[in-house]
Protein backbone atom coordinates (compact mmCIF):
# COMPACT_ATOMS: atom_id res chain seq x y z
CA UNK A 1 0.00 0.00 0.00
CA UNK A 2 1.20 3.21 -0.83
CA UNK A 3 1.59 5.79 2.30
CA UNK A 4 -0.71 8.33 2.16
CA UNK A 5 2.04 11.31 0.95
CA UNK A 6 3.50 9.07 -1.54
CA UNK A 7 2.94 11.56 -5.10
CA UNK A 8 0.79 8.33 -6.79
CA UNK A 9 -1.92 7.69 -3.87
CA UNK A 10 -4.70 9.83 -4.86
CA UNK A 11 -5.06 6.76 -7.44
CA UNK A 12 -6.50 5.06 -4.85
CA UNK A 13 -8.58 7.47 -3.08
CA UNK A 14 -12.08 6.70 -3.48
CA UNK A 15 -13.71 7.85 -6.46
CA UNK A 16 -17.11 9.04 -7.26
CA UNK A 17 -17.85 8.41 -11.01
CA UNK A 18 -14.51 10.63 -12.43
CA UNK A 19 -14.35 12.10 -9.15
CA UNK A 20 -11.60 11.03 -6.28
CA UNK A 21 -11.43 12.14 -2.89
CA UNK A 22 -7.82 12.51 -1.76
CA UNK A 23 -6.91 13.64 2.31
CA UNK A 24 -3.21 15.35 1.76
CA UNK A 25 -0.80 17.46 0.68
CA UNK A 26 -1.48 18.94 -2.72
CA UNK A 27 1.72 19.55 -3.33
CA UNK A 28 2.98 15.91 -3.24
CA UNK A 29 0.65 15.06 -5.72
CA UNK A 30 1.24 14.12 -9.78
CA UNK A 31 -1.60 14.42 -11.15
CA UNK A 32 -1.05 16.38 -14.58
CA UNK A 33 -2.16 19.63 -12.73
CA UNK A 34 -3.02 21.10 -9.86
CA UNK A 35 -4.74 24.21 -8.98
CA UNK A 36 -4.09 26.58 -6.76
CA UNK A 37 -6.23 29.46 -4.40
CA UNK A 38 -4.06 32.41 -5.77
CA UNK A 39 -4.88 36.19 -4.98
CA UNK A 40 -5.24 38.68 -8.24
CA UNK A 41 -1.56 39.60 -7.70
CA UNK A 42 -0.56 36.04 -8.99
CA UNK A 43 2.59 37.06 -6.70
CA UNK A 44 1.91 33.85 -4.00
CA UNK A 45 0.86 34.19 -0.49
CA UNK A 46 -0.04 31.99 2.55
CA UNK A 47 -1.96 28.95 2.47
CA UNK A 48 -2.07 26.62 -0.55
CA UNK A 49 -0.37 29.25 -2.74
CA UNK A 50 2.69 29.60 0.05
CA UNK A 51 3.03 26.09 -0.01
CA UNK A 52 2.56 25.45 -4.02
CA UNK A 53 5.26 28.65 -4.90
CA UNK A 54 7.46 26.79 -1.80
CA UNK A 55 7.31 23.20 -3.02
CA UNK A 56 7.63 24.12 -6.55
CA UNK A 57 10.38 26.70 -6.65
CA UNK A 58 11.22 29.66 -8.49
CA UNK A 59 10.16 28.50 -12.11
CA UNK A 60 6.25 29.14 -10.69
CA UNK A 61 7.03 32.87 -10.12
CA UNK A 62 8.48 33.95 -12.85
CA UNK A 63 6.07 32.37 -15.39
CA UNK A 64 3.11 34.31 -13.24
CA UNK A 65 5.30 37.86 -13.54
CA UNK A 66 5.65 37.16 -17.38
CA UNK A 67 1.31 36.91 -16.75
CA UNK A 68 1.43 39.86 -15.22
CA UNK A 69 3.30 41.65 -17.55
CA UNK A 70 1.27 40.98 -20.39
CA UNK A 71 -2.30 40.67 -18.81
CA UNK A 72 -1.84 42.58 -15.06
CA UNK A 73 -2.75 39.78 -12.28
CA UNK A 74 -5.66 37.52 -12.37
CA UNK A 75 -9.40 38.79 -11.73
CA UNK A 76 -11.53 36.67 -9.00
CA UNK A 77 -13.29 33.97 -10.96
CA UNK A 78 -10.63 33.60 -13.59
CA UNK A 79 -7.61 31.16 -14.45
CA UNK A 80 -4.12 30.72 -15.61
CA UNK A 81 -1.85 28.16 -16.67
CA UNK A 82 2.01 27.95 -15.47
CA UNK A 83 4.37 25.53 -15.55
CA UNK A 84 4.57 23.16 -12.11
CA UNK A 85 8.81 23.75 -11.32
CA UNK A 86 9.92 21.58 -9.36
CA UNK A 87 6.01 19.82 -8.45
CA UNK A 88 6.07 16.35 -9.18
CA UNK A 89 2.48 17.86 -11.55
CA UNK A 90 3.24 18.73 -14.51
CA UNK A 91 1.15 22.76 -14.29
CA UNK A 92 -0.42 24.38 -11.86
CA UNK A 93 -3.48 26.34 -12.64
CA UNK A 94 -4.12 29.08 -10.43
CA UNK A 95 -7.06 30.51 -9.96
CA UNK A 96 -8.41 33.63 -7.76
CA UNK A 97 -11.55 32.60 -5.03
CA UNK A 98 -13.51 35.42 -4.24
CA UNK A 99 -13.45 36.49 -0.45
CA UNK A 100 -16.13 35.44 1.53
CA UNK A 101 -18.43 38.59 2.20
CA UNK A 102 -21.65 36.90 3.66
CA UNK A 103 -22.55 35.42 0.18
CA UNK A 104 -24.26 38.67 -1.88
CA UNK A 105 -21.29 39.73 -3.25
CA UNK A 106 -21.66 36.89 -6.24
CA UNK A 107 -19.58 34.79 -4.14
CA UNK A 108 -21.27 31.73 -5.06
CA UNK A 109 -20.88 32.56 -9.31
CA UNK A 110 -17.34 33.60 -8.83
CA UNK A 111 -16.58 30.45 -7.38
CA UNK A 112 -18.32 28.73 -9.73
CA UNK A 113 -16.39 30.41 -12.28
CA UNK A 114 -13.09 29.76 -10.50
CA UNK A 115 -13.77 25.50 -11.14
CA UNK A 116 -15.26 26.11 -14.37
CA UNK A 117 -12.24 28.36 -16.30
CA UNK A 118 -9.69 26.05 -14.38
CA UNK A 119 -11.15 23.09 -15.81
CA UNK A 120 -11.64 24.79 -18.69
CA UNK A 121 -7.78 25.36 -19.38
CA UNK A 122 -7.03 21.11 -17.92
CA UNK A 123 -9.66 20.66 -20.79
CA UNK A 124 -8.05 23.05 -23.47
CA UNK A 125 -4.40 21.27 -22.81
CA UNK A 126 -5.98 17.78 -23.05
CA UNK A 127 -5.31 16.84 -19.49
CA UNK A 128 -5.79 13.60 -17.35
CA UNK A 129 -6.24 14.35 -13.92
CA UNK A 130 -6.60 17.73 -12.14
CA UNK A 131 -6.71 18.37 -8.39
CA UNK A 132 -8.18 21.21 -6.99
CA UNK A 133 -7.82 22.64 -3.14
CA UNK A 134 -11.03 24.13 -1.47
CA UNK A 135 -10.72 27.21 -3.52
CA UNK A 136 -11.77 30.18 -0.83
CA UNK A 137 -12.53 27.53 2.11
CA UNK A 138 -9.24 29.15 4.05
CA UNK A 139 -8.10 32.50 4.20
CA UNK A 140 -10.72 33.83 1.96
CA UNK A 141 -13.49 32.38 4.24
CA UNK A 142 -15.80 30.42 2.22
CA UNK A 143 -17.97 28.13 4.24
CA UNK A 144 -16.83 24.47 3.43
CA UNK A 145 -20.07 23.22 3.04
CA UNK A 146 -21.23 25.57 0.40
CA UNK A 147 -18.13 25.63 -1.19
CA UNK A 148 -17.98 21.58 -1.69
CA UNK A 149 -21.49 21.23 -2.95
CA UNK A 150 -20.42 24.05 -5.54
CA UNK A 151 -16.95 22.22 -6.10
CA UNK A 152 -18.90 18.95 -6.69
CA UNK A 153 -21.89 20.36 -9.11
CA UNK A 154 -19.46 22.16 -11.62
CA UNK A 155 -17.05 19.05 -11.54
CA UNK A 156 -19.69 17.21 -13.04
CA UNK A 157 -21.49 19.65 -15.33
CA UNK A 158 -18.29 19.79 -17.07
CA UNK A 159 -17.02 16.51 -16.59
CA UNK A 160 -20.80 15.38 -18.36
CA UNK A 161 -19.70 17.25 -21.18
CA UNK A 162 -16.48 16.75 -21.96
CA UNK A 163 -13.52 13.86 -22.28
CA UNK A 164 -10.67 15.96 -20.58
CA UNK A 165 -9.53 16.12 -17.94
CA UNK A 166 -10.42 12.16 -17.64
CA UNK A 167 -10.07 12.57 -13.78
CA UNK A 168 -11.17 15.44 -11.21
CA UNK A 169 -9.61 15.31 -7.67
CA UNK A 170 -10.82 16.94 -4.95
CA UNK A 171 -7.88 17.26 -1.94
CA UNK A 172 -9.14 18.13 1.89
CA UNK A 173 -6.67 18.43 4.56
CA UNK A 174 -9.00 17.40 7.35
CA UNK A 175 -11.91 15.19 8.43
CA UNK A 176 -14.45 18.02 8.61
CA UNK A 177 -13.33 19.20 4.65
CA UNK A 178 -13.60 15.76 3.86
CA UNK A 179 -17.31 15.06 5.28
CA UNK A 180 -18.45 17.59 3.48
CA UNK A 181 -17.21 16.55 0.32
CA UNK A 182 -18.62 12.83 0.72
CA UNK A 183 -21.93 14.15 1.36
CA UNK A 184 -21.54 16.83 -2.11
CA UNK A 185 -20.33 13.57 -3.37
CA UNK A 186 -23.03 10.54 -2.58
CA UNK A 187 -25.94 13.29 -3.43
N1 LIG B 1 -2.88 20.86 0.37
C1 LIG B 1 -4.22 20.81 0.27
N2 LIG B 1 -5.04 21.73 0.79
C2 LIG B 1 -4.48 22.75 1.47
C3 LIG B 1 -3.08 22.90 1.61
C4 LIG B 1 -2.25 21.88 1.03
N3 LIG B 1 -0.93 21.93 1.11
N4 LIG B 1 -2.83 24.03 2.34
C5 LIG B 1 -4.02 24.57 2.62
N5 LIG B 1 -5.02 23.79 2.12
P1 LIG B 1 -6.20 28.94 1.38
P2 LIG B 1 -8.10 30.75 0.01
C6 LIG B 1 -6.48 24.03 2.13
O1 LIG B 1 -6.23 29.82 2.57
O2 LIG B 1 -9.09 30.61 1.10
C7 LIG B 1 -3.33 32.96 0.03
O3 LIG B 1 -2.61 33.86 0.80
C8 LIG B 1 -7.05 24.83 3.29
O4 LIG B 1 -7.35 23.96 4.38
O5 LIG B 1 -4.90 28.43 0.90
O6 LIG B 1 -8.59 30.65 -1.42
C9 LIG B 1 -3.53 33.44 -1.40
O7 LIG B 1 -2.43 34.12 -1.88
C10 LIG B 1 -8.31 25.40 2.66
O8 LIG B 1 -9.40 24.47 2.79
O9 LIG B 1 -6.89 29.68 0.09
C11 LIG B 1 -4.75 34.31 -1.25
O10 LIG B 1 -4.38 35.59 -0.79
C12 LIG B 1 -7.97 25.52 1.18
O11 LIG B 1 -6.77 24.79 0.99
C13 LIG B 1 -5.56 33.62 -0.20
O12 LIG B 1 -4.64 32.86 0.57
C14 LIG B 1 -7.77 26.93 0.68
O13 LIG B 1 -7.18 27.74 1.68
C15 LIG B 1 -6.56 32.65 -0.81
O14 LIG B 1 -7.39 32.14 0.20
Known amino acids: MPSPTSPS ?15 GDITRLDTEAIVNAANTSL ?5 VDGAIHRAGGPAILEACRQIRAR ?4 PPGEAVLTPGGRLPARYVIHTVGPVWQGGHKQEPELLARCYRNSL ?44 FPATVVFVVFDEEARRFYEQALQT
Open 9 to 23: SWRDAPIFGRIRLYQ
Open 43 to 47: LGGGG
Open 71 to 74: QGGC
Open 120 to 163: ALAEEKQLESVAFPGISTGIYGYPKAEAAAIAVREARTFLAEHA
